[in-house]
């Protein structure tokens, strides 16, 4: 049973491991102020071209998004995201524990743009209600759609006239930027945003996420923020030594092309069959949609997430492809699925 469930179903690059193990003996001080840690944080800022920012290694994106948002917002205020947002489906109320709400916009491709975000402002109006105030995206969003240049853009400049926070998940950045459609890069989002995190987790890290702070009165006492969530990790080198094998050459990237290679070739061999798909995804997550009886048989020997269902005998399905995804894996999996259709 092969899984195109996710980007984290396998552990960590060779590359990694191997580091892990050649500095398991030496000893580093502790809660991210090791020299691993240092270097991974000096590294990330010369790519991103930015030194006024500061970096914070989280274990997970849950935990980042749900310290980063208590940290940011004063009590009485909210959060706007898509109705697909990470934060909004799929983290178990971890937002609203912080005691925070989070008010959603209804968008057909899981990308925010000024006038949904306006719609949210215009009817929260007075001190009764809770007040907008930051701004959540994903990048590549959880449909696997990528955010242009332009769109960002936009984004910023409403959100800075608006005097709203601008925060980008980038659990999957890597897959985003490495996009054949991409036309951002990591100084533009160190430019355009207020804060964003480069995801680990699922691109080639046994785990980690690496917050990134631009804007400056966002950064102050925040490491208190990471302690009282729970975040600050006593072996805070384990994180800083994955990130610095990620970055210390184009490990991070190579990795991110790898996925989204896979899943062209799944996508291409879907569209020569004369499949649709429910969104439009150059990232390394695909949503083609089939019939139910092709979905069951592929289901005998493949894992993967049923994702819509699109009328009595259609659905969409989720393929995901990772660092690790084998291109046999894949060609395999498109045999399995010809010989299903012809027979």
């Keep these: 049973m092969y899984s195109f469930k996710d980007d984290y179903s396998e552990g960590a690059h060779p590359r990694i491991l191997n580091a892990l193990i050649e500095t398991n003996l030496l000893q580093m001080k502790g809660y991210g102020e090791d020299d691993y840690t240092r270097q991974a944080i000096d590294l990330m800022k010369k790519r991103i071209k930015h030194n006024d920012i500061d970096i914070h290694l989280f274990s997970g994106g849950t935990q980042t998004n749900l310290t980063v948002i208590a940290a940011f917002l004063r009590p009485h205020e909210a959060v706007i995201a898509a109705n ?14 912080t005691g925070h709400k989070i008010l959603s916009c209804e968008v057909s491709d899981g990308k925010l743009d000024p006038a949904c975000i306006k719609s949210v402002l215009n009817t929260h109006t007075d ?53 054949e459609e991409n036309d951002l890069n990591l100084y533009d989002l160190g430019t355009l945003v207020d804060a964003f995190y480069i995801g680990g987790t699922k691109n080639g890290a046994l785990m980690g996420e690496a917050l990134v702070i631009c804007r400056e009165s966002l950064k102050e006492d925040f490491r208190f923020y ?11 080198r384990v994180l800083g030594i994955q990130f610095l094998e990620l970055f210390r050459d184009d490990l991070y990237f190579d990795l991110a092309k790898h996925a989204n290679e896979m899943a062209r070739l799944l996508k291409n061999e879907f569209s020569r069959a004369g499949c649709k798909f429910l969104t439009h995804s150059t990232s390394n997550q ?55 259709i012809r027979s």
Excluded at 306 to 315: E, K, L, P, R, T
């Design 84 to 97: 697909t947002g990470h934060i909004l489906v799929h983290e178990t109320g971890a937002i609203e524990a």
């Design 127 to 179: 001190e009764h209600m809770v007040k907008p105030k930051l701004v959540y995206i994903s990048n590549p969003t959880e449909i696997g759609s990528i955010y242009t240049k332009a769109e960002l853009e936009q984004l910023s400049q409403f959100c800075t006239s608006n005097n709203l926070f601008l925060y980008l998940d980038g659990a999957r950045l890597g897959s985003a930027l490495c996009s």
């Design 226 to 236: 990471i302690k009282q969530r729970g975040g600050l990790l006593a072996k805070g």
């Design 286 to 340: 695909i949503f083609p949609i089939l019939p139910n009886w092709l979905i069951s048989k592929l289901q005998e020997n493949y894992s993967f997430y049923v994702w819509a269902g699109i009328d009595d005998d259609h659905s969409a399905i989720r393929l995901v492809t990772s660092w690790a995804t084998s291109e046999d894996a894949v060609l395999t999996f498109i045999g399995d699925m010809k010989n299903a």
